[in-house]
């Protein structure tokens, strides 16, 4: 199944509506929604497993999370964790966003999805967003598990024979191969996948070993390595152009726009961001604040984002950057790129 095309109309009517119509500086495009911070997995350089420690047992109600997802009002719902598919209720949770009819990407390590498949039928408002970090033994690595590489390819081929869309989601550490990454983004186009997502792990500060992470330059260095054009044919990459051009070294943003993805938890929205948990509200009005974001977005402001690339804070900020910049916006409608902003979690 391929991207459907009601989801570029919705998401760019939602975008005129919020920031022409409606004069919101500030707005969600995506819901980042963690019905748990449990996993199947322990990969060392997940930082939820570690920040979330003291209420790992906890999970959202069904009810909690659809009412986050009204409370953003976003046409896209990001389903991350924790490993989303061990909730007992995932099934429901999704088929009460679909039936507001939200986009739902469900991020996943593949581990169980199969079981999940038999609760949720295919639907042009759903899409597997499988984790991969490598082919093989690499990804193996980057998870901690052998054979979960073997189990998430198996998991993929079946659901897009199933008629699933399916998305990969690649996350970039240091030591990250970039021929064997090629071979990676290679396959999956192949075997049908929408496209491949990249970004840079961002250096949690809970997780103990820190040289797992690469500095902006050293992604930089590699992501040109990554994502040059010779190495990039027959690939379907479901990032932005400019986003990728970002990630090369090409562009560059004053600051992120992380406010456009706010993530809810069991503890409530994590205030700022995604990768930051400084604090945690109630209320999703608190995340859209000038006073907020006058402490976050760029090095300056906080030293904790100095390596921050992810595409929950840049991608999103290509799509408001071009919205100043005609060139850009045509590069963004040409690509179709406009409905893929900031739609995962690293």
């Not at 400019?242 to 992120?256: A, V």
Request: glycine share 8%; hydrophobic share 40%.
């Amino acid at each position: 199944m391929a991207r459907p095309v009601e989801l570029a109309v919705r998401i760019g009517w939602y975008i005129v509506k919020n920031k022409y119509l409606r004069g919101r500086k500030r707005f969600p495009l995506v819901t980042m929604l963690e019905p748990l911070e449990a996993c199947n997995l322990a990969c060392e350089g997940c930082g939820r497993i570690r920040e979330y420690e003291n209420v790992i047992h906890r999970q959202l109600t069904v009810e909690e999370c659809l009412a986050a997802v009204e409370e953003s009002g976003a046409p896209i719902v990001s389903i991350a964790g924790g490993e989303p598919t061990i909730h007992p209720r995932i099934a429901d949770i999704v088929k009460g966003i679909i039936a507001r009819k939200r986009f739902v990407y469900m991020c996943t390590n593949a581990l169980v999805m199969t079981k999940v498949m038999k609760e949720i039928p295919p639907s042009k408002f759903f899409c597997w967003v499988i984790h991969l970090d490598g082919t093989g033994g690499n990804h193996d690595i980057a998870v901690s598990r052998k054979g979960v590489y073997q189990i998430a390819m198996r998991n993929a081929e079946k659901a897009i024979k199933a008629g699933y869309r399916v998305c990969s989601n690649t996350t970039l550490f240091k030591g990250s191969n970039p021929d064997d990454l090629h071979d990676l983004f290679k396959k999956c186009s192949d075997m049908g996948f929408e496209g491949c997502m990249v970004s840079p792990a961002y250096d949690y500060q809970a997780v103990p070993n820190q040289q797992l992470f690469l500095t902006r330059k050293q992604a930089i260095d590699v992501f040109k390595q990554v994502l040059s054009p010779d190495k990039r044919l027959g690939i379907k990459f479901y990032n932005n152009p400019l986003f990728l051009q970002f990630l090369r070294g090409e562009r560059s943003y004053p600051t992120c726009t992380a406010w456009s993805n706010p993530t809810y938890t069991i503890m409530g929205w994590r205030k700022p961001c995604y990768p930051l948990a400084d604090g945690h509200t109630q209320k999703l009005d608190d995340l859209m604040s000038k006073q907020l974001w006058d402490q976050y977005g760029n090095a300056e402001k906080d030293p904790r984002c100095a390596n921050c690339m992810m595409h929950c804070g840049f991608e999103s900020a290509t799509i408001f950057g071009a919205l100043q910049r005609p060139r850009d916006a045509f590069d963004l409608v040409r690509s179709g790129a406009i409905t893929k902003s900031g739609i995962t979690a690293a």
